[in-house]
């Protein structure tokens, strides 16, 4: 029919995007030879647990994160300018972070607890914190509760108590300011600043 628009047979199927869709955060990132080795550990998880595939965390997207600057309608350029303000005015050098446990945390969506590895580090908690001071600075929220350092595999229905796994190490040599898309599992990079 001339005139009509064909959206495609999943038109109406499609996932909604959320009223705040666009979220800010920073945090970091692991570089492709790490991912690769958090992937192992997360398959060997999955096979151990029995657990489905069907919430994987893209490993690209695999993650700790440092401070959550907030879901907005759109990016705000007055948080986006305190945010690069407060990464800039960090101070500190490269450390090691290591993951020794794995569990599920509890809460969130029905059938969707996150399945997470527990990182520990003095730098990881120093960084949380010298990022907190200087965004508080910067007008912006700062340490909100207990830093419970994670880095999240997947999510699934099934619980997983804590269990110690093969040690991961690996040294951060930066962190990002990252924009996320909700429900679209896309990250771009809006900044990084290299740790010295």
């Known amino acids: 029919m001339q005139g009509e628009l064909n959206l495609g047979d999943n038109w109406q199927n499609r996932p909604k995007r959320p009223v705040l869709q666009e979220r800010l955060f920073l945090g970091i990132l692991l570089d492709s030879d790490m991912q690769g080795v958090v992937d192992a550990c997360r398959t060997g998880m999955i096979n151990d647990h029995r657990l489905t595939r069907k919430s994987l965390i893209g490993s690209s997207r695999f993650h700790i994160s440092l401070h959550h600057l907030g879901d907005h309608k759109r990016l705000r350029s007055s948080v986006l300018f305190a945010a690069k303000r407060a990464g800039t005015a960090v101070s500190i050098p490269p450390f090691e972070i290591t993951f020794r446990s794995a569990k599920s945390f509890e809460g969130g969506q029905p059938g969707r607890k996150p399945l997470v590895l527990i990182g520990e580090g003095e730098g990881l908690t120093r960084l949380h914190t010298i990022l907190g001071a200087c965004l508080m600075r910067n007008g912006l929220p700062g ?39 909700l429900r679209l599992s896309e990250y771009r990079i809006l900044q990084r600043w290299t740790l010295h």
Not at 170 to 181: E, G, Q, W, Y
Request: hydrophobic content about 35%; proline content about 8%.
């Open 143 to 181: 340490i909100r509760g207990t830093f419970t350092p994670h880095l999240t595999l997947l999510y699934s229905s099934k619980t997983v108590s804590e269990q110690p796994i093969e040690p991961i190490r690996f040294t951060v040599k930066d962190f990002v300011l990252i924009h996320s898309r």
